[in-house]
């Protein structure tokens, strides 16, 4: 569509549903310009924008926070969450075995997306294809180190050429109308490379909506701790929302993390693994101060098995029991006889011995031989 997404106030409100009498109007059109319209159903942008709303979101997290998981954390009411990244190779060929499947989750959700590559052309054409589709705003990464984003150049590697980060980020944003986002770390290398704060100024001057920041730098993995005082300069660097990320692992981290970097949003990942409580937990200590109630065995069961349900309706046994079982391993961490239980579940295929052997772990019953 080649049109520009400038910045400033003299911009008027977007078109479509959303913009009419929203009491959000004057924010949203801060950075909205004629065209680029949000999907009715997502609201992310608008509370990025209102500062009395401070979103909490669920980070992606490729190989868990998928489909089944997603259901979960919707029926938890976590309002903001991505489907984890995809190439944008794999959504451009009509060939990839993967492409249907990523298509078929943002038709039926809509959701937010998020994507990797390192070709202008193809970025433009699977943005297209899943703005299409029905997506709600299109996440570019650039912080992702895993050998199959390094692969195809993309992720963090883009951090290494910045002009072609640009170029891509270019032609996402001239593909489609809905917000794009970028997400990425400090930089590259340790210490001496902040690559990925001057993206995120570039991303800013191309015309993205809000930019993510996990407080590491791709060399750095998952090590040491996440520096959130980057987050904090880029805050008052930039005038576009900026997300904060990196090492949320208990609701007072989240106030922590909005008070110490004034940062529009925190998005929480390893955190909410085996823990779908986890976000509506630090939404009320924001609100009031409330600490974590604990859980019973009971309800973590009860939740754990409509989680291997949702999974067998897509995976049907043994797959999907094998599926559900990296899963086990998060919700029962911390609990008493956890390790016996884990791996007697690794050793089963059969969902109802599953559920049996967590029926008796919710009933504080020792665990007992698989059956049969
Ligand atoms: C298993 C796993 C999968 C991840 N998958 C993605 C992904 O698909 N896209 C992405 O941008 N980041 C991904 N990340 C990074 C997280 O979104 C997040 O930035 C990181 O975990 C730091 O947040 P945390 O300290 O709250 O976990 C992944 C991280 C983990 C541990």
């Keep these: 569509m080649g049109h520009r997404r400038s910045r400033g106030p003299e911009v008027p409100a977007p078109r479509g549903p959303r913009s009419q009498g929203s009491p959000l109007q004057h924010h949203v059109s801060i950075i909205l310009t004629p065209g680029m319209t949000i999907p009715e159903e997502d609201n992310l942008l608008e509370c990025l924008l209102d500062p009395g709303e401070k979103p909490v979101c669920a980070a992606p997290l490729a190989g868990w ?16 969450m991505w489907i984890p990244f995809v190439s944008t190779h794999a959504v451009a060929s009509t060939k990839s075995p993967n492409r249907d499947g990523y298509v078929r989750q943002v038709l039926e959700e809509g959701g937010h997306v998020q994507i990797f590559g390192n070709n202008p052309r193809i970025c433009r054409k699977a943005a297209g294809i899943l703005e299409g589709a029905g997506a709600a705003s299109i996440d570019f990464n650039c912080g992702c180190s895993v050998r199959k984003v390094h692969k195809g ?19 996402i944003l001239d593909a489609v109308s809905i917000p794009v986002s970028l997400k990425t770390r400090i930089g590259f290398h340790l210490k001496d490379d902040k690559s990925g704060i001057e993206a995120c100024r570039r991303a800013q001057d191309l015309g993205c909506a809000w930019v993510t920041l996990h407080g590491r730098y791709a060399r750095q993995g998952f090590d040491g701790t996440a520096d959130w005082d980057w987050i904090a300069r880029l805050v008052d660097e930039l005038s576009i929302p900026v997300i904060g990320n990196g090492d949320v692992a208990e609701p007072s981290d989240v106030k922590r993390m909005f008070d110490e970097t004034g940062c529009a949003g ?9 823990d779908p409580w986890m976000i509506g937990d630090c939404r009320r200590y924001l609100e009031d101060g409330t600490s974590r109630p604990s859980r019973t065995r009971d309800e973590i069961v009860d939740v754990m098995l409509e989680h291997q349900r949702l999974i067998l309706e897509g995976w049907p046994p043994p797959k999907g029991v094998w599926e559900f079982r990296k899963h086990v391993a998060k919700y029962l961490r911390g609990f008493a006889q956890a390790s016996i239980l884990r791996n007697m579940i690794v050793r089963c295929d059969d969902s109802e011995e599953v559920e049996r052997m967590l029926r008796e772990f919710g009933e504080g019953r020792p665990p007992s031989a698989i059956s049969g």
Excluded at 266 to 274: F, P, S
């Design 266 to 274: 925190v998005m929480v990942g390893r955190a909410i693994l085996g």
């Design 153 to 171: 150049g993309g992720g963090s590697l883009l951090l290494k050429d910045l002009d072609l980060l640009e170029e891509n980020l270019k032609a």
């Design 65 to 80: 926070t998928d489909a089944p998981y997603r259901k979960i954390l919707r029926q938890f009411n976590v309002r903001h």
